[in-house]
């Protein structure tokens, strides 16, 4: 069975760090692209990341350029995303989900790990 | 980054068909097949439905079926059930590349 699991998410001021993970299962994690997407409490959807199988390539969302990084081990099966700088309007839940690399929808979707950002 | 353009909220009768739409620019659902729908019961994780604009998941009932005209594309639910009930987001690749999400809909089963 697929399976993503988030964690990493909590409390953390307004210009604090923070990073997340997602831990992967029950498949080829190496041979898939891998995202990011986040939902503000009683708000949409919003990508954030996502990158390439082999790391080569990395693409994040206007509002969290420079300030957020993508990246992963392939070895650990692991997705990670590196949180700097970060602001009120950052609070959210973060969901990993699976790309299949040169598609463009995003399936399976993990649970999510909430981020709070507030003093 | 705008958002996809969806309505807020739709609703339908037991029985009936809705459909919901997603107007995008052309930058994103007008020159790319690349639309994807997903389905988000309260406090659950978003749910693949349609992508690629027509095609479903395996899994996913047949009621549900997409379609795409210009900017616009749509999402259409057959014989509503009360399972339906849910959040529709749809989703569209982007020149850059990135992806942009509609601001989500909301279907109430009446």
């Known amino acids: 069975e697929v399976q993503l699991v988030e964690s990493g998410g909590s409390l953390v001021q307004p210009g604090g760090s923070l990073r997340l993970s997602c831990a992967a299962s029950?498949?080829?994690?190496?041979?898939?692209?891998m995202t990011w997407v986040r939902q503000a409490p009683g708000k949409g959807l919003e990508w954030v990341s996502a990158i390439s199988a082999d790391s080569i390539n990395a693409y994040h969302a206007e509002p969290v350029k420079g300030r957020f990084t993508i990246s992963r081990d392939n070895s650990k099966n692991t997705l990670w995303l590196q949180m700097n700088s970060l602001r009120a309007e950052d609070t959210a839940r973060y969901y990993c989900a699976r790309k299949t690399s040169g598609q463009n929808w995003f399936d399976p979707w993990g649970q999510g790990t909430l981020v709070t950002v507030s003093s | 980054q705008s958002a996809l353009t969806q309505p807020a909220s739709v609703s339908g009768s037991p029985g009936q068909s809705i459909t919901i739409s997603c107007t995008g620019t052309?930058?994103?659902?007008?020159?790319?097949?690349?639309v994807s729908w997903y389905q988000q019961h309260p406090g659950t994780a978003p749910k693949l439905m349609i992508f690629?604009?027509?095609n479903r998941p395996s899994g996913v009932s047949s009621r549900f079926s997409g379609s795409k005209s210009g900017n616009t594309a749509s999402l259409t639910i057959s014989g509503l059930q009360a399972e339906d009930e849910a959040d529709y987001y749809c989703?569209?690749?982007?020149?850059?590349?990135?992806?942009?999400f509609g601001g989500g809909t909301k279907l109430t089963v009446l």
């Open positions: 989703c569209s690749l982007r020149t850059g590349p990135t992806w942009v």
């Open positions: 052309s930058n994103d659902v007008g020159p790319y097949n690349f």
């Open positions: 029950g498949f080829s994690f190496s041979t898939y692209a």
């Open positions: 690629d604009v027509y």
